[in-house]
């Protein structure tokens, strides 16, 4: 069956504070991706990554860097949280190509105070 | 870039009766048009998916249709059951394998 899992369910953190965010996948996809939902604003697209190593901004990547050392793990990296950076983050992967199926984990929901 | 407008943002339905979501999009490069349900305490998970080459497509209660000239897509839920209550996001895909969503639709099913 295929998995996304992402590390962490709940996590509150202090401003200032660095916080990583891990997703593993095991389907050996290509593409993943990081995603924050926010009530009233849908999924909006932090990063991707097509391949081990690389990765592309996505619509809001203000905040956020991303690392990609190994094909089935992606990371975000806040390296100085802020209370704005309240959300819940989605991870997602798959296989390379254009309109692959998008599999998403269950969510991490993050809390800055 | 692509934007996905997606109306509307609730809906109330009784058991039984049919559920429609509409989603629009702006750019004519998008080619691929997936819905996802995502329940509560849970990430979204793919329902049904079109491809620009294809009008309509249908499985059991739900359908997509799409119209590329007007460039909007719409989800129908037919017969529907309490257990499809849930946020519906429509998104919007080109190419270049970026997905952008709508903001999502809170369906309830009354019994």
């Known amino acids: 069956d295929v998995k996304v899992t992402q590390s962490s369910r709940y996590l509150v953190k202090r401003t200032g504070e660095k916080v990583f965010l891990e997703c593993v996948q095991d389907m050996d996809h290509e593409n993943m991706f990081w995603y924050r939902q926010d009530p009233g604003l849908g999924l909006r697209l932090i990063y991707f990554s097509y391949d081990v190593k690389m990765k592309e901004k996505g619509d809001i990547p203000e905040g956020y860097s991303v690392s990609r050392e190994k094909k089935e793990r992606f990371s975000l990296i806040l390296e100085s949280a802020s209370t704005n950076q309240t959300s819940m983050y989605l991870c997602a992967s798959s296989l390379g190509g254009a309109t692959g199926e998008l599999f998403f984990g269950e969510g991490s929901r993050l809390t800055v105070l | 870039g692509e934007n996905v407008e997606q109306h509307p943002s609730t809906l109330s339905v009784q058991e039984g009766d049919s559920a429609v979501i509409k989603c629009t999009y702006s750019d004519s490069a998008s080619n691929y048009f997936p819905w996802y349900k995502q329940e509560l305490g849970k990430g979204p998970q793919l329902i049904i998916d079109i491809r620009s080459n294809v009008g309509e497509k249908k499985d059991q209660r739900i359908a997509v249709t799409l119209n590329k000239t007007a460039k909007h897509f719409s989800l129908h839920i037919t017969e529907t059951q309490p257990e499809d209550s849930a946020v519906y996001f429509c998104?919007?895909?080109?190419?270049?394998?970026?997905?952008?969503f709508g903001t999502g639709t809170s369906l309830t099913v009354i019994p």
């Open positions: 998104a919007a895909s080109t190419h270049l394998g970026q997905f952008y």
